[in-house]
């Protein structure tokens, strides 16, 4: 982690140049005047219902996206004019100080982040009214809903930047790469936490509970996305969410989980097995998932089409598929056209991967009539500076396999040998490996 760790702790979150990227996508896109302002709020705080606690706080990933600030009851303004960005944070509060300490001040945001200047919140109205004094009157450009306090002379427009700022984010820059790099280097130890952590463990939640510990140890205190602890056939359920179940007498579990960094996730996925070693089964079904990930990442660059991707895997997994007898009676092409790869295969390759895990971009069209491509979470080319995950998998899921086996294409796939292959649930491999900035033409 030497590399991105002096990344991080040489710089400041570069805020400016986010900002700098979304107002110049709106010049190209949109035309904007030159003296536009954007404006974003950050996430409030928010209680629970019926009690005096906090919700958990989770900053709104637009609002991080063009400030670095994770604070909440926080707001911004980017005047594009003069590339001035203002961040407004909560004031001083000295009953809040006797519970809570002294919160963050002016002076040290201005250290903190990348910013020209920063104001208590209670000063944003009247910020706003003198951008409103401005001749010519600049255009507030805002995300969702039009802001309720700003001067009535000032235009607003709440549909383009929502988009603009999705957009953006899917091309990453040197920082954002070394947070997403020190996420999975977590996530990396967590996982090996729960591999040695296995022959002592009872149940599910049990190697949950040793992930999430590594985690916070290493510096991550938030999770990147609901873990996934999925002991034997419940491996075969995608998103499996009970993580509860005892482990005896089972053979594999999948886990996919990751930790977040500064609002930066990981998403890794490793499958191992209970009894310190795969089974005839579980191996067999490990080497061909493996050989499915290999096979797309070696197609992986710049402007790569994510739909070949996706296709190249089904084409190892059919030919793994007849190998080991589960599909028969037909050619690999005849089984790629009937799709019944997908009764083993039946979700996208992978997706963005950012600030959110299932970050933004892609495009995706669940409408798609094509069950191949229709949970694709990435459609069309990946651009340079893309981040992506490559994450096959073959499960054996009985509310998924048993209508295709009992159906008109029944014939294509050998129901005795599938027999053999349930308790192996399911196989997911995704990790660093399958994280790729892709840069002039290669992945790194």
Known sequence: ??????????????????????????????????????????????????????????????????????????????????????????PLNPDSVIWSGLPLLPPDALKKYDIDACLPNTELPSHLSNLAQKTPKPHLYVKGSVLTDHPPSLSTDSEVLQTAINECRVTKDAYEIALLRHANAISTRAHTAVLRAIPSARNEQDLKATFIAACISSGAKHQAYHGIFGSGE??????????????????????????????????????????????????????????????????????VKWESLHLRAHEVAISGLLRLGILRNGTAEELMESRVSTAFFPHGLGHYLGM????????????????????LRIRGGIPEGGVVTVEPG????????????????????????????????????????????????RNV
């Open 394 to 441: 073959v499960y054996f899921c009985r509310f998924i396999v048993e209508p295709w086996i009992k159906g008109d294409k029944g014939k294509f796939i050998d129901e005795g040998v599938v027999e053999r292959y349930w308790a192996v649930g399911g196989v997911r491999i995704e990790g660093m490996s399958s994280m790729h900035r892709t840069i002039r033409g």
């Open 356 to 375: 959110d895990t299932h970050d933004t971009g892609g495009n995706p069209d669940h409408g798609d009539n094509d069950v191949m491509f229709r949970f």
């Open 1 to 90: 982690m030497e590399q991105q760790d002096s990344i991080l702790e040489g710089q400041k979150y570069p805020a400016k140049n986010h900002c700098s990227k979304v107002a110049g996508y709106l010049r190209s896109q949109h035309n904007i005047s030159s003296n536009s302002v954007i404006y974003l709020e950050g996430q409030k705080t928010k209680l629970l219902e019926d009690n005096d606690e906090p919700q958990p706080f989770r900053q709104r990933r637009p609002f991080f996206y063009l400030s670095g600030c994770a604070l909440p009851d926080c707001h911004l303004t980017y005047e594009t004019s003069t590339s001035t960005l203002t961040l407004f944070i909560p």
């Open 234 to 303: 419940n491996a075969a359920t995608l998103h499996y969410q009970h993580n509860d179940q005892p482990l005896a007498n089972r053979k594999n579990i999948l886990v996919d989980a990751g930790a977040e960094h500064e609002c930066y996730c990981s998403d890794v996925t490793r499958t191992m097995p209970l009894s310190g070693s795969f089974d005839p089964e579980s191996s067999n079904i490990y080497k061909l998932v493996l050989e499915m990930q290999d096979a797309a990442l070696s197609m992986l660059k710049a402007d």
